[in-house]
């Protein structure tokens, strides 16, 4: 069974930084893609940034440079660096993969969210 194990989260002061990790365990093939999403109160799910296996990146319009996805094949793990965070960064980040646990078909998967609080 895969699972996705966030961690980082936490309270940051505005113009901190946070980094952000996410693990798959379980019965693994293969990941495709691997991204980070984001839910505030009262706001939809939105992607923040996304890394294909192959290694090119997709950055949310209201990151602008601030936060850096990076991947570990090896490892399994997807990570996000954020540095200058604002207040209006402040909601539960969820991690996302894409994993085939067997040779045939694949789905994705969610972690359970970690909570990032800007304060300002």
């Known amino acids: 069974q895969v699972q996705l194990v966030e961690s980082g989260g936490g309270l940051v002061q505005a113009g901190g930084s946070l980094r952000l990790s996410c693990i798959a365990s379980?019965?693994?093939?293969?990941?495709?893609?691997m991204g980070w999403y984001r839910q505030a109160p009262g706001n939809q799910r939105e992607l923040v940034a996304v890394?294909?296996?192959?290694?090119?990146?997709n950055y949310g319009d209201f990151v602008k440079g601030r936060f850096t996805i990076s991947r570990d094949n090896v490892k399994n793990t997807v990570t996000l660096q954020m540095n200058s965070l604002k207040p209006e960064d402040t909601a539960v980040y969820y991690c996302?993969?894409?994993?085939?646990?067997?040779?045939?078909?694949?789905?994705?998967?969610w972690g359970k969210g970690t909570q990032v609080t800007v304060s300002s």
């Open positions: 890394v294909t296996k192959g290694g090119c990146t």
């Open positions: 996302n993969m894409y994993i085939a646990p067997t040779l045939v078909g694949g789905r994705d998967y």
């Open positions: 379980g019965t693994i093939v293969s990941i495709n893609d």
